[in-house]
Every structure is written in structure tokens, then in C-alpha cells.
């Protein structure tokens, strides 16, 4: 092997011995935990048994003529996963927006191009302390409802009625995911994505631009004819990324805002494996859960790689 190979090898293996360690391994383990009965706090040996975790993960039973799901709460979980990740068009939308707006030649662009990624550098524990503030229900406390509260004594409704008006982010199930959608927006408008956009539009020959600005084509025709398609492989990227992010996160926040509640409404796929491990102590079943996450995603990975590469091919 040359001098060359060898320094690429050196350099390469640090990275390939952290992905096979903590990577790797842990997926392997997950996997081989899932087929085992194993409860931490019992100090008993693992069980194997099988596939029936993943029976009961996702297995359904007929009671009294009805078809009722062995674990109930994997499905709610998961369907709250998936409501969640309703941000992702609108964060999607606004990062290309705000991409276009701040690729302009403008005076300060920089200083605004860092402004609005600030955010995306601050830690997800004081940005979630923060919106736990912003959502309180007290309207002496949450700034939200402080806001609503200054409206409706301007507008000379009761403050008994007032208060019914008021809503309850993060104490009511009806408004604790829209709540959690609107934060995920705010927090990813401006971060990675907008940059990804950023350096697509870079890349667009100005020509384009300036022949159709000579057909006479509007701000919007340009957008639509011209930017949005030249950005398909960035877009298709991003798109595929927030699918993988979306289906893993929501720890965090469910964590220190709500504790998955309430009525488990904002508890996730990954909280749920959280509270499987480290509370009730269930390891293989928490294994199951992750592997069927693990499988979810890579699913859906491979199924907008096969069908959105080949759109992009075609384009």
C-alpha cells in the first residue's frame, strides 16, 4: 500500500473504531436484547422468547368482535410521532423563504444571516425551558396567554370569561402537539436547513435569472420556474434528513415541558423508549421499540430514496 493509502487509513480508523463502538454495537445489541425478556430491576438472567416482543409491540387480539391492540400506547405514541412532524413543510417553507430573502444583496445580510441562526447554536434545554415559559397558562407567568389576557381586558370581556379563553398549551391534549409544532417551526426555520438553502441558491447560474427577468417573468414566476426546481437535490436532502430527525426526536421537549403528558398526547417514539428503559426497567422491551424505529426509518429512508432519486434523475 502506497504512503497515501496508509495516511488515509490513519486518518479513517479514530472514526471507524467510534462508529463501530458506539454505533454499531449498540444497534447490534439493541437487536439481540429485542428477542429476550429482560427485566432490570428483577436481577434475573434474560428470557429469550422470541419474536414475541414485536408481537406485542405491534400485535392486535379480538375481543368481544373488535380487533384492540396489544400495546395500545406504541400506537398512540407513534401517531403522535407522526403528528409532530407536521412542522416539517412549514419548516421546510420558511427556511427556503428566509434563505431567498437573506441571499439578496443586501447592507447587514451577514449580521442577519446570524441572527436568525443563533438559535439553532443554543443548547435544546434552555430553548425548551424558554417555551415552557412562553406556553404557562398563567398569564402572569406565560407570555402567550399574557398577551391574550392584555387583549381580552383592552376588548372589556370578564375575566371570568377570560380565563376559559385562554388556551391551554401544554396542560391540554387538544393543544400541547400544536404547541410543540409551532416551537419545532420556530427552532428550525433558521438553522441548518435555511444554510443548506442558502448555498443552493449560491450555486444557481445568475443567467437564468436575468433571461427570464428579460421574458419579462415576476418575482413569483422566477421562484416557482427557476429556484424552486434548482433546489430539488438540496430540498430532497433536507427532506429526507427531517423524516429521520422527526421520527427520532421529541425526547427533549416532551421531557422537560411536559413529561409525555398530558394523557400521554405529547410522548413520543423515542420518549417512549426512554420510559420503557429507565422507569419501569424493561430493556428488551425498550429494544424492541427502538428496533421497530430503527426499521421505520429505515424504510422510509430507502422508500424516498428509491422514489425521489429517480424524480430527480427524471428532472
Known sequence: MKRQGWAAVGFLTPNLVGFLIFTLGPVVAAAGLSFYRYQLASGQAPDFIGLANFAELVGFDRVDGEWKALDPYFWQYLGNTLFLMLNIPFSMAGALILAVLLNKNLKGRIVFRTFFFIP?????????MVWKMVFTFEPNVGIINGLLWSLYKFLGIPA???IGLLPGWLIDKNWAKPAFIIMFVWASVGGFNMILYLAGLQNIPPELYEAA???GAGWWARLRHITVPQLAPTTFFIFVTSIIGGLQGGFEAAYIMTAGGP???TTTMSYYIYTQAYERLEI????????VLFGLIFALTMINW???GKRLEAA
Open 120 to 128: 439553532h447554536l443554543c443548547h435544546g434545554v434552555a430553548i425548551f
Open 160 to 162: 371570568e370569561q377570560a
Open 213 to 215: 427577468e428579460m421574458d
Open 263 to 265: 394523557e400521554g398526547s
Open 284 to 291: 428488551g422491551y425498550a429494544a424492541t421499540v427502538s428496533m
Open 306 to 308: 428509491r422514489f425521489g
